[in-house]
């Protein structure tokens, strides 16, 4: 399966972003998926997963509450909406499809996407 994202840009402290990560190749609707970040100098952190249907969600402590996961298995997307957004929310953001255990490791994840930047100036 082959991810790209796409949504992510230079925006000011407060403001909103809707990234896109957009799967083909291998049908993602059964599988749960994830999205990390990774800011320069950093590890890679888990931001949020969805499980294969929505039902679901599952968030890190630094966006709960202003990010959500969603998902659209029709066309093979799933998204995270970035509300209130912070300087410290400056990263490389990825999505992934999940392979198995904990959501939080980077290792349950596989065939990862080439990342979209989001910049936030205070």
């Known amino acids: 399966v082959h991810l790209v994202e796409f949504g992510g840009g230079l925006v000011q402290a407060g403001d909103s972003l809707r990234l896109s990560c957009a799967a083909s190749?291998?049908?993602?609707?059964?599988?749960?998926m994830g999205w990390f970040r990774q800011a320069p100098g950093k590890e890679r952190e888990f931001v949020a997963a969805i499980n294969w249907d929505g039902a679901t969600r599952h968030y890190a402590d630094s966006v709960k509450g202003r990010f959500t996961i969603s998902r659209d298995n029709a066309n093979s997307t799933v998204f995270l909406q970035m509300n209130s957004l912070k300087p410290e929310d400056t990263a490389s953001y990825y999505c992934?499809?999940?392979?198995?255990?904990?959501?939080?490791?980077?290792?349950?994840?596989?065939?990862w996407g080439q990342g979209t930047q989001v910049t936030v100036s205070s």
């Open positions: 190749g291998r049908t993602i609707s059964f599988s749960a």
């Open positions: 992934a499809v999940h392979i198995g255990g904990s959501y939080l490791r980077t290792d349950s994840y596989n065939y």
